[in-house]
């Protein structure tokens, strides 16, 4: 049974990427989703393995379950490389696919938003190095993050990596998704995780919020008009963590949405697709395990 078991888990999981995987069922490695740049990757792997994504080490649960993102502007191979309990070890090298990235140019911002006075950027430092903590968390928790949701229902009105002409000047990409949405819509969670971050005046987010998905993953909701939770609090998926508004650098009502991995800034739209994947693979595993 469990070795019928094993094969199937293998087969779900395989059969999304077409990916080569260990030969034996003592030395698993298998890995949903594809190298796409913005991208999020789940990883199964044999209980106890050790894993390192690139030059960073990450956390595995205790079904053998990891998650891992591709920078935005990462290019070549990403490897994995896996550890067995045994000591044996498997390497992956994932040739990374280019994404093409729109180019977006808003005009109407206040200049401050653009080139911050010389009084703000000791604020500006500060905050960012807050942020850069709360995404930083690579907490383990029971299970990897599950099927991530839309936090506000709406249209979306910019993408993840576009490049950024603001007043006319090349500026950084945009790292989220913009939803637009009326103020006061309401901003749920998009999973589970603890509250890492609740500032209610973020130089370029204004009142933002960070959760702390574990296993390195991370969202965060900017712009708000008001925040419902505090830091250390732990939210459910879909629960109510703010108010849509137009705070910090906002040109109207929207709620920014990022994920992050380890500080990688990953696509929403992606961890939606990826997650609801690898969450209906589950139920397809589940189902078929009672029969
Ligand atoms: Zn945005």
Same mark, same amino acid.
């Given at each position: 049974?469990?070795?019928?078991? =094993?094969?199937?888990?293998?087969?779900?999981?395989?059969?999304?990427?077409?990916?080569? +995987? !260990?030969?034996?069922?003592?030395?698993?490695?298998?890995? =949903? @989703?594809?190298?796409?740049?913005?991208?999020?990757?789940?990883?199964?792997?044999?209980?106890?393995?050790?894993?390192?994504?690139?030059?960073?080490? %990450?956390?595995?649960?205790?079904?053998?379950?990891?998650?891992?993102?591709?920078?935005?502007?990462?290019?070549?191979?990403?490897?994995?490389? %896996?550890?067995?309990?045994?000591?044996?070890?498997?390497?992956?090298?994932?040739?990374?696919?280019?994404?093409? /990235?729109?180019?977006? !140019?808003?005009?109407?911002?206040?200049?401050? +938003?653009?080139?911050?006075?010389? $009084? $703000?950027?000791?604020?500006?430092?500060?905050? !960012?190095?807050?942020?850069?903590?709360?995404?930083?968390?690579?907490?383990?928790?029971?299970?990897?993050?599950?099927?991530?949701?839309?936090?506000?229902?709406?249209?979306?009105?910019?993408?993840?990596?576009?490049?950024?002409?603001?007043?006319? $000047?090349?500026?950084?990409?945009?790292?989220?998704? *913009?939803?637009?949405?009326?103020? @006061?819509? $309401?901003?749920?969670?998009?999973?589970?995780?603890?509250?890492?971050? !609740?500032?209610? *005046?973020?130089?370029?987010?204004?009142?933002?919020?960070?959760?702390?998905? @574990?296993?390195?993953?991370?969202?965060?909701?900017?712009?708000?008009?008001?925040?419902?939770?505090?830091?250390?609090?732990?939210?459910?998926?879909?629960?109510?963590?703010? =108010?849509?508004?137009?705070?910090?650098?906002?040109?109207?009502? +929207?709620? +920014? /949405?990022?994920?992050? /991995?380890?500080?990688?800034?990953?696509?929403?739209?992606? %961890? =939606?697709?990826?997650?609801?994947?690898?969450?209906?693979?589950?139920?397809?595993?589940?189902?078929?395990?009672?029969?």
């Amino acid at each position: 049974m469990t070795k019928y078991f =094993l094969f199937l888990s293998a087969f779900i999981f395989s059969a999304f990427i077409g990916f080569s +995987h !260990a030969e034996s069922a003592t030395n698993r490695f298998y890995i =949903l @989703g594809n190298a796409v740049q913005g991208n999020m990757l789940y990883g199964k792997v044999t209980p106890g393995s050790k894993v390192i994504v690139g030059d960073k080490k %990450v956390q595995v649960s205790s079904k053998g379950d990891f998650v891992f993102g591709i920078p935005r502007d990462a290019k070549g191979t990403l490897k994995v490389k %896996v550890t067995f309990p045994s000591g044996i070890t498997d390497t992956r090298p994932l040739l990374i696919q280019a994404k093409k /990235w729109q180019i977006q !140019a808003l005009n109407d911002l206040p200049q401050k +938003h653009v080139n911050p006075p010389a $009084e $703000e950027l000791q604020k500006i430092k500060i905050q !960012a190095a807050d942020v850069k903590n709360a995404r930083g968390l690579n907490t383990k928790t029971s299970s990897v993050p599950g099927c991530f949701m839309q936090p506000v229902k709406g249209i979306v009105s910019s993408v993840f990596g576009s490049q950024r002409i603001l007043n006319g $000047e090349p500026k950084n990409p945009h790292l989220g998704i *913009d939803i637009a949405a009326k103020t @006061g819509t $309401e901003v749920k969670a998009s999973a589970a995780g603890t509250v890492s971050y !609740a500032e209610p *005046d973020n130089y370029y987010n204004g009142q933002m919020v960070i959760i702390d998905h @574990g296993y390195g993953i991370s969202s965060s909701y900017s712009h708000m008009s008001k925040i419902n939770v505090t830091v250390g609090q732990k939210v459910k998926k879909g629960e109510v963590i703010g =108010l849509v508004g137009s705070t910090g650098r906002s040109t109207g009502p +929207h709620l +920014h /949405w990022g994920v992050s /991995w380890l500080n990688t800034p990953i696509n929403p739209q992606n %961890v =939606l697709k990826v997650s609801a994947k690898r969450c209906s693979s589950g139920k397809q595993k589940r189902v078929t395990k009672n029969q």
